[in-house]
Each structure stands twice: as structure tokens, then as C-alpha cells.
T-cell receptor
Framework: NAGVTQTPKFRILKIGQSMTLQCTQD?????MYWYRQDPGMGLKLIYY???????DKGEVPNGYNVSRSTTEDFPLRLELAAPSQTSVYFC????????????FGPGTRLTVT | AQKVTQAQTEISVVEKEDVTLDCVYE???????LFWYKQPPSGELVFLIR??????QNEISGRYSWNFQKSTSSFNFTITASQVVDSAVYFC??????????????FGPGTSLSVIP
């Protein structure tokens, strides 16, 4: 199993551009998550999904959108990128709920200039 | 209000020393889960342990041990005989079952551990 994969690994965006961060897991996990990690900080939840077709906001959802059309994929969309969205983005999945351990992808380092 | 506190921002130890990473949490739930994750320099977070609020037994896994004390709301992590490979940022996290309006795991700010050879 590849686990949780994320693409791209690095990206530089100009202010106002849009992009989609891809996330795929092959563990048949129901729950998937998007976090951002700012320097010296813990992770903050952006969006999460409890199954295909179901998504919900986390702690910092503004400026982002998600979709979950399949169990495996959970893309994160940034519309109108802003410098405040410069961060490292992690996708994660867990078997059932957050009470179970989460498996993380390698992260995407995004810079908005 | 911050619900997971890791007061030690950075720790440096010499190889083979023991080191304890502190985690203090705040919750009004009676049912909750605590986690530790490791983030090595490669960047990927790795799950280390999960503990639910009803299980106060300490746990040992090789050189790693965890001390859960509900009376002090602490879930400390000790590495015995530290090794260079232990160098990483370690995150403590809390999952409240009832309190939150949305499902989430709250991560602490992390402790950066450097083990010097």
C-alpha cells in the first residue's frame, strides 16, 4: 500500500491564482482530513470528510474548498490564493473517526507571493 | 483558549540521555483521546500512541514510555537512552468526543527535540 499520497510536493503561486492540492489514500479509510501547518505551530484542521459525498468545515476553512466524490480522493481547492495561505498542507486519513490514529501524507509546501 | 500545551518549544540532549516531553491538555469532556505524533525532518507525521480517557495505565514501547495522569491533565512522553534518530518535532493532540461543534483533533504547538551525537 502507498498509504496517503499528496501532489505536488512544492508549489509557488502568485496572489490571486488558484490551484488544487491532490490527496489519495489506498487504505479504504472513511475519514479524510486536510490540515495546514504554519511555522512553529501545530496543525489546524481546514476540512474533513467522513465518507464519499460528505464534507464539513474544520477550524480554518476560509479560502478553501473540498470535494469527496470517491473514498480514495480528497482534493483541496484554493481559490484566489493569498500570502496568508503560505503553509505546509497535510492530508490525512483514518479508518473510522478521529478517535483512531490518522495516517498522514508527506505534505505540500505552498508559497504564495 | 489553547487546549493542548507543550511548554517546551525546543529541547537538546546528548545521545543516550533520557528526555521527557511534556503535554498538558484542557477539556471538559469525560471521554476524550490523546495522541502523540512524531514529525521527523522528512516532514511526514507518524502516529506513536493513542490513549483514551478511561485508560490511565502507563505504556511502554521499547525506549518510549507515556505517563498519563488525569489528575494533572498531563500526558507526558519519555524517551529513554535517546538516539540521533529520535530528533524530530513531537506533537501531542487531543480529541474531544462531545465538546466540539465539529469533529477535530486539536494539536499542540509541538516540541522540537534535537539529539546530539
Amino acid at each position: 500500500n502507498a498509504g496517503v499520497t499528496q501532489t505536488p510536493k512544492f508549489r509557488i503561486l502568485k496572489i490571486g491564482q488558484s490551484m488544487t492540492l491532490q490527496c489519495t489514500q489506498d487504505m479504504n479509510h472513511n475519514y479524510m482530513y486536510w490540515y495546514r501547518q504554519d511555522p512553529g505551530m501545530g496543525l489546524k484542521l481546514i476540512y474533513y470528510s467522513v465518507g464519499a459525498g460528505i464534507t464539513d468545515k474544520g477550524e480554518v476553512p476560509n479560502g478553501y474548498n473540498v470535494s469527496r466524490s470517491t473514498t480514495e480522493d480528497f482534493p483541496l481547492r484554493l481559490e484566489l490564493a493569498a500570502p496568508s495561505q503560505t503553509s505546509v498542507y497535510f492530508c490525512a486519513s483514518s479508518l473510522r473517526s478521529e478517535s483512531y490514529e490518522q495516517y498522514f501524507g508527506p505534505g505540500t509546501r505552498l508559497t504564495v507571493t | 483558549a489553547q487546549k493542548v500545551t507543550q511548554a517546551q518549544t525546543e529541547i537538546s540532549v546528548v545521545e543516550k540521555e533520557d528526555v521527557t516531553l511534556d503535554c498538558v491538555y484542557e477539556t471538559r469532556d469525560t471521554t476524550y483521546y490523546l495522541f502523540w505524533y512524531k514529525q521527523p525532518p522528512s516532514g511526514e507525521l507518524v502516529f506513536l500512541i493513542r490513549r483514551n480517557s478511561f485508560d490511565e495505565q502507563n505504556e511502554i514501547s521499547g525506549r518510549y514510555s507515556w505517563n498519563f495522569q488525569k489528575s494533572t491533565s498531563s500526558f507526558n512522553f519519555t524517551i529513554t537512552a535517546s538516539q540521533v534518530v529520535d530528533s524530530a518535532v513531537y506533537f501531542c493532540a487531543l480529541r474531544e468526543v462531545q465538546e466540539t461543534s465539529y469533529d477535530k483533533v486539536i494539536f499542540g504547538p509541538g516540541t522540537s527535540l534535537s539529539v546530539i551525537p
